[in-house]
């Protein structure tokens, strides 16, 4: 510890690293989700350049803007806590993500919302579940606001799908 004007800064930064810390719980959710938001990115961007409707183009341009601003969040959260995501998706989101690549026209937009609602319903579990059981605050309370945004993408790919 360093003893600086009388205070013990060592305190202070063990202090914040253990409030930054994470447990086993966190780093797999903070695993999943961060794959299921670059997915969300990615498909965004597939569909505002693939989609057949322009209800589609802008659906999608919601997704990838709101999830690269949620997924810039975790980055940093995680980087507080030590924790180094990957900058590309799995094998698994990789090949869903080149399936709905190869569609077009209105097999993609069905395509691109069935694929939005099973990441967003899944993620959404994942996130009111940190939200209530997570062990690091700044990730709890970043769980709690990004599910009320996952909510309301749930109800705007619904309200999209019923437009087309």
Known sequence: M????????????QAARAADAMSAVDRRFVATVSQGGMFEV??????????????????????????????????????????????SLNASFQKQLDDLKALSGTRFDSTYLQDMEAVHAKDGA????????????????????????VESHIGELRATAAAR
């Open 126 to 149: 994942a996130f009111a579940a940190e939200a209530r059981n997570g062990t690091n605050p700044k990730l709890r309370a970043f769980a709690a606001e990004t599910h009320r945004i």
């Open 42 to 87: 990615q498909a965004g961007t597939a569909a505002a350049d693939q989609g057949s409707t322009q209800v589609i183009k802008d659906q999608g341009n919601t997704e990838a803007h709101d999830h690269k601003l949620v997924g810039d969040k975790l980055t940093a959260i995680a980087s507080d806590a030590g924790m180094t995501l990957p900058d």
């Open 2 to 13: 360093l003893l600086l004007s009388g205070l013990l800064v060592g305190t202070t930064v």
